[in-house]
């Protein structure tokens, strides 16, 4: 099946301080990316979403930034707190169809210092 | 809106038998929904797209003999796991298409740990 990447890379930060977390993507024809938040035990969540023709996208406390030069995609988090902590998944794929499928990335686990 | 819903959450059984896992869409047709799976601090791996009233379509080296999918209405999708073995063991989880604003977005379960003894 497709899939990306075996092991989770991990990032540590204060609670309080922005985190960044960055993905690498491999499809250039996807039209559409996604943040997930994974909580231990529980499905993806969806954080927020940029379509190909932005480069960066804001929401409450979340920002993503879309580099299509170099395949990059960062999700940005201000002020940091505990509830953050859980596996954020990057995501692409298309949207013109039903069948588009979903194709994650390897996943970042961010562990927040109280 | 767009909640999808997996039955059961967790199921352990042994190994040789077969167990059916559900992914319910609650409020909205789903013509399309997609199985993955996902194995301890991996990523999810897409298993199949499974679309309504026709057979699924399997991604490479998911055997489809052994997960046998069934998309019986625009509600409902299962996901057999027939004669499990230890290595089954996995948090399966599944989403489902749903057109809003002119696009498809998809929605998440809560998955089903699967443990297989």
């Known amino acids: 099946g497709e899939s990306v990447g075996l092991h989770l890379p991990t990032l540590s930060v204060q609670e309080g301080d922005n985190s960044i977390i960055n993905c690498a993507y491999s499809?250039?024809?996807?039209?559409?990316f996604i943040w997930y938040k994974q909580e231990s035990g529980k499905g993806p969540q969806f954080i927020i979403d940029?379509?190909?023709?932005?480069d960066k996208r804001q929401g409450q406390r979340v920002t993503v930034l879309l580099n299509k030069t170099v395949k990059h995609l960062s999700l940005q988090i201000a002020a940091t707190q505990p509830g953050d902590s859980a596996v954020y998944f990057c995501?692409?794929?298309?949207?013109?169809?039903?069948?588009?499928?979903?194709?994650f990335g390897p996943g970042t686990s961010l562990s927040v210092i109280p | 809106g767009a909640v999808v819903s997996q039955h059961p959450s967790r199921v352990i059984c042994k190994s040789g038998t077969s167990v059916k896992i559900e992914c319910r869409s609650l409020d909205f047709q789903a013509t399309t929904m997609f199985w993955y799976r996902q194995f301890p601090k991996q990523s999810l791996m897409l298993m199949a797209t499974?679309?309504?009233?026709?057979?699924?379509?399997?991604e490479q080296g998911v055997e489809k003999d052994k997960f046998l999918i069934n998309h019986a209405s625009l509600t409902l999708s299962t996901l057999t796991v027939t004669s499990a073995h230890p290595e089954d063991s996995s948090f399966y989880i599944c989403?489902?298409?749903?057109?809003?604003?002119?696009?498809?977005?998809?929605?998440f379960g809560p998955g089903t740990r699967l443990t297989v003894t």
């Open positions: 499809n250039s024809a996807s039209d559409y």
């Open positions: 940029i379509r190909s023709n932005m």
């Open positions: 995501a692409e794929r298309g949207m013109k169809t039903s069948y588009d499928k979903v194709i």
């Open positions: 499974s679309n309504e009233g026709s057979k699924a379509t399997y």
């Open positions: 989403s489902a298409s749903h057109r809003g604003s002119g696009l498809y977005e998809q929605y």
